[in-house]
């Protein structure tokens, strides 16, 4: 570990001078650890700031003999604004975490708050109604349909609640994603990295609290989801977007601001500015890759994708 210390501090000065310069932070460009630090969650116990605040959340499948203990008394929170990647080992929790998260599973015991609004306390037509509102989710697969237009699949959502994009909405969603001339185009006339982008831009259209990503890479090469990676980034550091991402890519998590690491439905470790060595490094304690000849190949060096 401590010989990428010298090549992270190199890397941060010349972003530096690259912002300083430039002005701005593109949606494939690394951002600032400096920048990523600023917009880490408060340790003074304070919900103004979080997006999502889960505690002594605990979720068991089964019933007495034949229990699984899936979340075990996991406390955290995800504040406005950043971007949280969840990683461990198969089997460890990562996706029940996600899942309770989002409300769309009930934990056993615990509370989960989003936006201040206790997901326990609710029936099925107002979860439903907040996830609508409040919550965009991507994941592996784009889940778009065929016989729609990447205009008509961004806006689903809100044509499901009954609800119209405020004008000029969906050009600039689709702008954002780099996805402005390709409206009129149907998912078949794309590529995969594009049809991920179509279910980005869905996501973002109803500017949410929350964006919740499960593997959102897992289905693309590694130049395009790259790009996919970087609007989330970019996502979460000029928009304000909350974005909570399942992964068990150490090249896909140092995108992140911080990596929560997940053992058999326990949170066991932190890390904040990840690079992908020290995921992989992490991971490997817990036995990710255990089975591995060697640490999957960062796609970077040793200053990671900030």
């Given at each position: 570990m401590a010989g990428l210390c010298a090549p992270e501090e190199d890397g941060r000065q010349r972003r530096r001078r690259q912002a300083a310069s430039e002005g701005s932070v593109g949606p494939d460009s690394p951002a600032d650890p400096d920048r990523k630090a600023a917009r880490a969650m408060p340790n003074d116990g304070s919900t103004t700031t979080d997006a999502v605040r889960m505690t002594e959340v605990r979720k068991v499948y089964g019933k007495r003999d034949n229990q699984v203990v899936a979340l075990n008394g996991v406390t955290t929170r995800f504040g406005r604004g950043t971007f949280t990647a969840i990683m461990g080992p198969s089997g460890s929790g990562k996706s029940t975490l996600l899942q309770c998260a989002a409300?769309?599973?009930?934990?056993?015991?615990?509370?989960?708050?989003?936006?201040?609004?206790?997901?326990?306390?609710?029936?099925?037509?107002?979860?439903?109604?907040?996830?609508?509102?409040?919550?965009?989710f991507i994941f592996q697969?784009?889940?778009?349909?065929?016989?729609?237009?990447?205009?008509?699949?961004?806006?689903?959502?809100?044509?499901?609640?009954?609800?119209?994009?405020?004008?000029?909405?969906?050009?600039?969603?689709?702008?954002?994603?780099?996805?402005?001339?390709?409206?009129?185009?149907?998912?078949?006339?794309?590529?995969?990295?594009?049809q991920q982008r179509v279910a980005i831009a869905r996501a973002l259209i109803s500017d949410p609290a929350v964006i919740f990503a499960d593997e959102p890479t897992g289905a693309l090469d590694t130049r395009t989801a790259r790009g996919v990676l970087g609007l989330l980034q970019h996502s979460a550091q000029t928009a304000g977007q909350t974005i909570v991402m399942v992964t068990h890519d150490p090249v896909a998590a140092s995108y992140a601001d911080r990596v929560l690491f997940l053992a058999d439905g326990n949170l066991v470790g932190e890390l904040r500015s990840p690079t992908a060595e020290a995921v992989a490094e992490r991971m490997t304690h817990l036995g990710a890759f255990a089975e591995e000849d060697a640490l999957p190949a960062p796609a970077m060096t040793g200053e990671g994708h900030r």
């Open positions: 409300g769309l599973d009930r934990p056993t015991s615990g509370s989960v708050l989003l936006e201040d609004h206790e997901l326990s306390d609710m029936n099925e037509t107002r979860l439903t109604m907040l996830r609508r509102d409040r919550i965009g697969a784009f889940n778009l349909l065929p016989v729609l237009t990447v205009r008509q699949n961004v806006t689903l959502p809100l044509r499901l609640a009954g609800r119209k994009p405020a004008r000029g909405r969906v050009k600039s969603v689709l702008e954002q994603v780099g996805l402005g001339e390709r409206s009129k185009h149907r998912p078949a006339e794309l590529s995969g990295g594009q």
